[in-house]
């Protein structure tokens, strides 16, 4: 667990499915993740979410982002490391609407930044968001990323965007709520 100012990143737990849900069947947010909503019934997804959550994180290690009142406000992951470029990607999902432009995304980051290079001692964490996403875009930039191309799919147009890890040692210094602690 990490905590700063006003957020708390946790391991995921089966209580979070009611939320994940929810969040996942929601068409606002299937488009921000560049997704159709899930339609499964729930209790399918809670079924595969408990597998899910019991399998080792090799691949993709994702945490609950929760205020400090215990509220479960979104998710946030790195995932796709690669131990020879010393890299991984992240992402982050707000799901709850009540704390989008607040900063709530951008203390997530921080923590998952800060824990990301520190664990693997990477050179760089990248992540892509949809080219209309200014406001994911600004939050990025706001942590210290720097837009670094461009990916077209069939249906999509990404902004990639990376922060190499000489720059986050910088970038952290500036960010005043970076003090976070482990528990």
């Given at each position: ?178 003090h976070s602690k482990s528990s």
């Amino acid at each position: 667990m990490f905590r700063n100012m006003r957020v708390i990143l946790r391991e995921k737990k089966p209580d979070d499915a009611i939320n994940d849900y929810k969040w996942k069947t929601d068409p606002e947010l299937a488009k921000l993740d560049a997704c159709q909503p899930l339609t499964m019934p729930f209790n399918e997804y809670v079924f595969l979410y408990v597998s899910e959550l019991q399998l080792s994180p090799l691949v993709k290690h994702e945490f609950s982002i929760e205020t400090h009142n215990g509220e479960h406000i979104g998710n946030c992951a790195y995932y796709n490391v690669n131990r020879f470029r010393r890299e991984a990607e992240i992402g982050i999902l707000i799901g709850n609407r009540d704390y989008w432009d607040k900063g709530y995304g951008k203390e997530a980051l921080v923590l998952l930044i800060d824990y990301t290079f520190g664990k693997y001692n990477l050179k760089r964490v990248h992540l892509k968001t949809l080219e209309w996403n200014i406001r994911a875009q600004n939050c990025f930039l706001k942590c210290g990323f720097n837009h670094c191309g461009k990916k077209k799919t069939a249906e999509h147009t990404f902004i990639l965007m990376e922060l190499p890890g000489t720059e986050w040692e910088t970038a952290k210094t500036n960010l005043s709520f970076i003090h976070s602690k482990s528990s």
